[in-house]
């Protein structure tokens, strides 16, 4: 079973639906008691930063969920869930996040090198580039995947940034150290890809495949 992390700002319906069709077991809830249930949780994520981690430090779901990846519980985090992940933010001033993997999320400038403004948020549909072996990315082909953000992480860590997109910039957009994983993408909303990632997924929890 699946405990997906529900304090206020995921998309619950479409991460949820996506387990049903794999006919995967879940669980929606804010308890740690319940969630700890759980073989490994989800942490989807719509919004913003420093709104999400003001919720999940004040509920106790920040200590939480360090508490249970410590213990070595799988963790994957969506869209902004996947934000939350990294060390710290810098929208609507620097928020310290969860610290699980090494990054700042930042803004995109909006204006490349060569002067031409861009759109932002990168929305719609870009492709992937895989950069490392991952039990998240077995057998999955690179393909297009439905992004909709403003920010990006910026990492030093290379070796965390499993799979990425170019939008101006180089986005990390699979991630991923041990146990914690991520994606920018909404892998729910990515067609096969996106289900193939979650599958993986879940054979990451039921231990068919390891970290």
Known sequence: ??????????????????LERMNYEYVISDKPEILRQAKGLILPGVGSFKDAMAILTETGLASFIKEITNEGKPLLGICLGMQLLFEESEENGITKGLGLLSGRVTRFPGTAANGDTYKVPHMGWNDLTFHHKSPLLEGVEQG???FVHSYYVDT?????VLASSSYDVDVPAVVGKGNVLGTQFHPEKSSEIGLAILQNYADIVEGRIAT
């Open 144 to 146: 297009h995947v439905y």
């Open 156 to 160: 030093t860590d290379k070796e965390v």
């Open 1 to 18: 079973m699946i405990g997906i992390i529900d304090y206020g700002m995921g998309n619950l319906y479409s991460v949820s639906k996506a």
